[in-house]
């Protein structure tokens, strides 16, 4: 930008490049699967390193719950709500809390405003401390909720499912797990979280590393020392570390890794966008202003002004709603609105740009920080300590270009040919997202006739409302493909919670047996999940590649197995007026 004008040329040329140098054929397979070899590093539970024995249980339930987040909590309340507790909720962990149990890194918080992330605030009288709560302080609140509602009676803890298939003559599910357990179930409601399987990056020499190795969402303070909760790492005052990943995690988690290590070495394949954070305590003023209906009404704001739609006040306002209202109020196909639309995101870049030069001593690291992308190619970031944890002359930033790492060796990381000796070594290299479904919930889900989930997503994803699948009755998947997607993912898990229990206490009060989604209702579905696939072409194929745009190619295949893009506020009325209806249209009921 040179006097304030946009040289849009020079940025279109620059994001091109940068682009280019990113983009891989191997695309998405890349990553390197983590398998039970590398279990013991890379999947067994920090938090409860002991598994109590115990008898397989052989049981019988209304419905199964399989997950343990917010997503299985709320499906949880809801149904007991509606009178349904005939139910069980199974989870890997050893407690609730789903992706708050497992990402206990020093740094963590949530990025979306506290106060409309964690969900039942009024029902559970209670409220945040700070705007952005610690993840430690989400994780009681899962806690709390199962407290409140009596679900710790409910659930079976360190307990993995290994297979759910479909009885016809039952009209049950039979669900099989890795203690012995047999769980027969009229319904299965299935919450894995967006992101249940960490990956790491397809990196030669990776298992050679002789040092200590661990990915985020397994932190080791038996290592670093610390616990949940603390910035402060002091095992980690003589050792040299080496963190590889720059997404929100890294973001996070690298401010405590700095104060705390020797020396850390950040390699950076593509630096995030990383907006204002402004954390702060709960203000007594804002507590007392609050009334009834109050968490509803400013999560609806929240993800109406996201969506572009037109508010009177934007009760967030923060540097999401802030930036996504501009950008997503600009969404239409005329050339004129896509012009002004490149124009705002050009702008938003320019000051997270600026900002970086701002707060960067060194102008080499300061232009490596730099990211050159539109805002929404990659999960924005937000932190006030990650760019001035690089002033520290204890850290020093790897950029490789775009390329990634070298290769791992016994002592330490390769980048850009130079050997840097490590004794621990991060891997904030994110999660699977959107690949083969039985891998990432660790079980495929056979239906009727034999009728395998894998195939079903392989083939390309059929439902209706990303809910009901044909031949899979009495079966949900929530936070699925084909349902919509919101960085508030709680607020979705709000309606579908009371979906599913709508569903389920209909079923009671008809005595229906199965109930899924007819071919033509699911047709219709597809059609309108696909109807927003050349909106997400344009605005995703000069992207950056990242786990949002199936690494810079957004094939059919993943425009059908991805989300449904009309906006979580739109979808929610969907499920909200389907239900008003009372009809039940497009299932086939028996
Ligand atoms: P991401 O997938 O966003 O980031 C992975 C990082 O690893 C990227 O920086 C990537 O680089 C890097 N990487 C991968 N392979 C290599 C390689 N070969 N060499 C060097 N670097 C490599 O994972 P995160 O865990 O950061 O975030 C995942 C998601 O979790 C977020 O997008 C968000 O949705 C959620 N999250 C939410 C939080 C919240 O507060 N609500 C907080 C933290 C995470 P490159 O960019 O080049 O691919």
């Excluded at 775009?402 to 990381?413: A, K, L, Y």
Aim: aromatic fraction near 10%; glycine fraction near 10%; charge should be negative.
């Amino acid at each position: 930008m040179a006097n304030g004008k946009i040289d849009v040329e020079a940025l279109e040329r620059k994001y091109r490049e940068e682009r280019e140098k990113r983009i891989r054929t191997d695309g998405r397979e890349q990553y390197r699967v983590i398998d039970a070899q590398h279990s013991t590093a890379f999947l067994d539970d920090p938090f409860a390193p002991e598994m109590p024995a115990r008898a397989a249980r052989n049981i019988n339930v209304e419905v199964l719950l399989v997950g343990g987040g917010f997503g299985g909590l709320l499906s949880a309340v809801r149904l007991q709500q509606a009178g349904i507790d005939d139910i069980a909720i199974i989870d890997r962990a050893s407690d609730f809390g789903g992706t708050w149990y497992w990402n206990r890194y020093p740094g963590v918080h949530c990025d979306i405003e506290s106060y409309i992330y964690v969900p039942l605030l009024e029902e559970l009288g209670s409220v945040p401390s700070k705007k952005y709560a610690p993840g430690g302080e989400i994780l009681n609140y899962a806690q709390m909720i199962g407290r409140k509602y009596g679900l710790y009676d409910k659930a079976i803890f360190q307990t993995t499912v290994n297979g759910m298939v479909w009885n016809d003559e039952a009209a049950r599910w039979t669900v099989t797990t890795d203690r012995g357990d047999t769980i027969h179930a009229h319904f299965v409601c299935i919450s894995p979280g967006p992101f249940p399987w960490p990956k790491l990056p397809g990196i030669e020499g990776i298992e050679t590393f002789k040092g200590k190795a661990f990915h985020t969402c397994r932190w080791d303070y038996e290592y670093t020392g610390g616990e949940p909760g603390s910035l402060e790492l002091d095992r980690l005052h003589d050792k040299t570390v080496g963190v590889i990943g720059t997404g929100a995690t890294g973001l996070q988690c690298i401010p405590p890794l700095g104060r705390s290590a020797k020396h850390l070495y950040v390699f950076q394949r593509t630096p995030s966008t990383v907006g204002v954070r402004d954390n702060r305590p709960t203000d007594p003023a804002f507590l007392a202003s609050l009334k009834p209906g109050w968490q509803r009404e400013r999560m609806d704001n929240f993800n109406a002004t996201i969506s572009g739609q037109s508010v009177d006040t934007d009760m967030v306002n923060d540097c999401w709603s802030r930036a996504l209202s501009v950008l997503n109020g600009l969404s239409g196909d005329e050339p004129e609105t896509i012009e002004k639309r490149k124009l705002a995101d050009f702008r938003t870049l320019d000051s997270i740009r600026a900002r970086i030069e701002e707060v960067v001593d060194d102008p080499d690291t300061a232009e490596a920080l730099k990211p050159w992308y539109n805002l929404m190619c990659k999960r924005p970031g937000f932190h006030d300590e990650y760019l001035p944890t690089f002033n520290r002359s204890n850290v020093t930033l790897v950029d490789t270009q775009g390329n990634g790492i070298d290769r791992i060796t016994e002592n330490g990381v390769v980048a850009n040919g130079k050997e840097y000796p490590i004794d621990c070594l991060v891997y904030a290299t994110g999660f699977e997202f959107m690949s083969q479904i039985d891998h990432r919930m660790g079980f495929d889900i056979v239906g009727r006739g034999g009728r395998k989930l894998s195939d079903l997503w392989r083939g390309g994803y059929s439902s209706l409302f990303g809910l009901h699948m044909r031949d899979f009755p009495n079966c949900f998947i929530l936070g699925n493909a084909q349902q919509a997607i919101t960085p508030n993912f709680t607020y979705l898990h709000m309606e579908l919670s009371r979906h599913i229990a709508f569903l389920v206490e209909k079923a009671r009060e008809l005595g229906i047996r199965t109930m899924e989604s007819k071919a033509e209702a699911e047709e219709e579905w597809v059609a309108k999940v696909m109807s927003f696939g050349p909106m997400r072409q344009r605005l995703q194929k000069d992207c950056t590649p990242s786990y949002i745009n199936n690494e810079g190619q957004v094939t059919e295949l993943d425009i059908r197995n991805g989300f449904y893009l009309g906006g979580a506020t739109a979808y929610n009325k969907t499920l909200a007026d389907w239900r008003a209806d009372g009809s039940m249209p497009g299932l086939d009921i028996s």
